[in-house]
């Protein structure tokens, strides 16, 4: 990869998740962690990007390519077959006595398709992933609590004194980035807490995620990769290696 592909490249993870560090950008790109830092130098001094002790985060002005995403819709146009893919694969976890909990997020919601004849019960906070369960006649409950416009998402306490009522068989849950030292994460302090709210409740934790999230550290860890395990799906191009990652399920695109 040439220097001005790397710094691209070092500049799209950074502005999308907010900060990432030198190790998870040595596994991404599959370099040198003395190239990466020499890099890290450059994009600094060319003011592109505050280099920090360990790693880098984005400028105040340049916010996280999905902070800007106005609504769900807008996601759903990006790396749409892997998040069908992985959705896929999910929803074959679920066996007809689980009690599941389902989070908000555009991939998580993609399993509403592949649940049509289940007979498990659903909890969620995603008000479009419960209208598509219930019109589908499934079992679902939606959460209690304030609703955030952008993500179309129930946060708040009244819905965290809810979910501590529950005792989950399994947990599906969304991210923004996935880090070998930060975990999973999201850039929403309420939705955050609200995450990690769930993770506790849940016997067996599942964070769905396609590719472009690895190697990415937004600002709220909201589970450690010891808690959870992820499914993702297996590119069709490109070289970059999961190994580093535990616990992981890599299915392949349809």
Known sequence: MLTEERHSEILRIVNLSG??????????????????????????????????????????????????MENLQDKYSFHMMEKRTIAQFAATQIKNDDFVYLDSGSTVEQ????????????????????????????????????????????????????LSRYHFTKGFFGTNGISLLEGCTTPDDEEAVCKRAAVRQCSVCYVLADSSKFGLASYITFASLSEVKIITAAKTEGNFNYKPYQKITEVHLL
Not at 132 to 156: M, N
């Open 19 to 68: 900060a990432v560090s030198v190790q998870d950008l040595v596994n991404y790109l599959d370099i040198s962690e003395s190239t990466v830092r020499r890099d890290l130098l450059a994009l600094d001094r060319a003011g592109q990007l505050k280099r920090v002790h360990g790693g880098a985060t984005a400028l105040k002005d340049n916010n996280s390519y999905e902070a800007n």
């Open 111 to 162: 399993m509403a398709d592949f649940l049509v004849d289940s007979e498990a019960i659903f909890i969620t906070n995603s008000i479009p992933l419960a209208q598509k369960l219930g019109r589908s006649r499934v079992k679902v409950h939606i959460l209690p609590g304030r609703v955030k416009g952008e993500t179309e998402a129930i946060v708040g306490s009244e819905m965290r004194d809810m």
